[in-house]
């Protein structure tokens, strides 16, 4: 599977999706007006991967900023992680907050009590 | 006919005024307006968590517009604007203000009203609630809004969604949202 690179724009964040390392990552801001357009193709990417993941994957998500229209989009994202995890694989989502920021820790904990999957909460001290 | 979308900010006497937007809402606007009040923030050394709160909430204020307004009544003053909208950011003593404007259909009053009301009505928790409920259970529309913008600014500012509605005619109304983020929650 061809790896998704995608750079960080002002409205979209940056987007490292590689197959052969078991590594996702989503960094920056995702406050687009059209965030099914911008996630769809991740989400079909996805679908590839869980017909032949690793034993083990590792979601990293460092968002600064995300509007509501991408949260559901980032719940497409993590259910099919969860259906990768549910399938006997390991997976692990290490969510990202700087430390002063209480909301992004909240809304981590919001994905986390929806989507059965290990999260891991890491505040970033600067 | 007298009408005047902006007499609204004039019985709002305190705070400073540190950005003001009248007109057609579309994403480079939206991208311009985050840019500029930004930079305001930062320039004025705003600690970062209320920094953060203010642009959450003006990019769901501004998203909010740029999905559901509804089209101008056909003899407002602006024709042009396909999605006609206000926007006012004040600083004040604690914290920013942040009031929008838009049409909003006769038929759309009544359904709106009663979505804010039941987020004035609700604790933290309940509205913490409501956001997982609303963002595990409901589809994107058709319009492309999440249904998530008022309860996530309810709960990122910990207040009551302050909003009025002005009679324009028979079918539109004026909508004004006005929303206080205190550097204290």
Known sequence: MEPIIIEGTPKTPTIKFDSSKGEFEIKGRS???????????????????KESPLNKTVVNIRLEYFNTSSSKCILDVFKKLEAIHKAKNDVEVNWYYEEDDEDMLEAGEDYESIIRVPFKMIEIVE | MS?????YFSDISSGNPIHFYKGNIDSDLINKVLDTVEGKLIKGNEHSKLRKKVYNV??????????HVDKVPDD???????????LEVIKEENGYRIITGNFVQADNVEKLEEKIKRINRSSHE???????????????SSKGGGGLGLVDIARKTGNRLEYQFKKYNEESSFFYLNIFVSENY
């Open chain 2, 3 to 7: 009408f005047n979308v902006e007499s």
């Open chain 2, 58 to 67: 003006l990019v769901e204020s501004l998203q909010n517009l740029y999905h």
């Open chain 2, 76 to 86: 407002f003053e602006d024709q042009t604007s396909d999605k006609f909208g206000i």
């Open chain 2, 126 to 140: 309940e509205i913490t609630e409501l956001y997982k409920f609303i963002l595990n259970h409901q589809r994107i």
């Open chain 1, 31 to 49: 406050i687009p007006e059209n965030s099914v357009e911008f996630y769809k193709p991740l989400v079909d990417w996805l679908d590839l991967y």
